[in-house]
C-alpha cells in the first residue's frame, strides 16, 4: 500500500482530485429544492467524479509485497484499479535499488517511497464482533509513504477536473474506468 503524504493529498486536490465532501457539494449545488431530483448532467459528472476517486485510492493498492531492502530489482506490479477498455488490471513499475524503492506510475512519473516505510500491517477478519475466540482469515500487507499520489492516467497530470468538465468527458471516462467490484 503506497501512501500520499498530506502535502501530496493536498496537491492533488489542488489538481482537482475530488474528495467526498466537494462530491457533495457538487450534487448538493445542482439539486432541485423543490423536487429534490439530481440535474441528470450533474449526475453523470458526479459519478466520473466517485469513479476518480475510487480509483485513485485503489491505484495506491498493488497485489504482492515489496520493501526497501538491500535488494536490486526491476518489476511490474497490478495494482486493484482496472482499465475497462483493456480489462487488465492497471500496473506500477517498481525498481528496488539497494535501500531504496522507486514506483512509476501510468502517467510516467518516477515516485520514490520516502520514511516512513516497511510498515508491517495485518488485516484480520474475527469470527464475530463481540468476544471474537478465533481469525477466521487474515492478510498481511506493507504500507510505504510516497512524496507525490500516483496517477492511474497520464491524462490526469493536466488535472483531475477535465474529466468531468462536459458530460462528453465523463462518459468517456465513466467508460474506461467504471468501478466494476
Not at 500516483?150 to 491524462?155: G, M, Q, T
Not at 493536466?158 to 474506468?177: D, E, M, N, P, T
Request: with cysteine.
Amino acid at each position: 500500500i503506497y501512501i500520499p503524504t498530506n502535502a501530496a493529498i493536498a496537491a492533488a486536490v489542488a489538481n482537482g482530485l475530488p474528495t467526498w465532501t466537494s462530491i457533495q457539494n457538487y450534487l448538493d449545488a445542482n439539486t432541485d429544492a423543490a423536487t429534490g431530483v439530481v440535474n441528470s448532467d450533474a449526475k453523470i459528472k458526479a459519478q466520473a467524479m466517485i469513479v476518480c476517486l475510487v480509483n485513485f485510492l485503489k491505484y495506491h493498492f498493488q497485489d504482492e509485497s515489496v520493501f526497501v531492502d538491500n535488494v536490486t530489482n526491476s518489476q511490474e506490479y497490478s495494482t486493484s484499479s482496472v482499465n475497462n477498455e483493456t480489462k487488465v488490471y492497471m500496473k506500477l513499475d517498481v525498481t528496488q535499488t539497494p535501500n531504496s524503492l522507486t514506483l512509476k506510475d501510468e502517467s510516467g512519473q518516477n515516485i520514490p517511497v520516502v520514511a516512513p516505510y516497511n510498515q508491517l500491517v495485518r488485516d484480520a477478519n474475527f469470527d464475530r464482533e463481540t468476544a471474537p475466540q478465533y481469525i477466521r482469515s487474515s492478510s498481511y500487507a506493507v504500507v510505504h509513504t510516497i512524496g507525490k499520489a500516483l496517477l492511474f492516467d497520464k491524462s490526469l497530470s493536466a488535472g483531475y477536473a477535465r474529466k468531468w468538465s462536459s458530460v462528453k468527458q465523463a462518459k468517456a471516462f465513466l467508460s474506461k474506468f467504471s468501478i466494476k467490484e
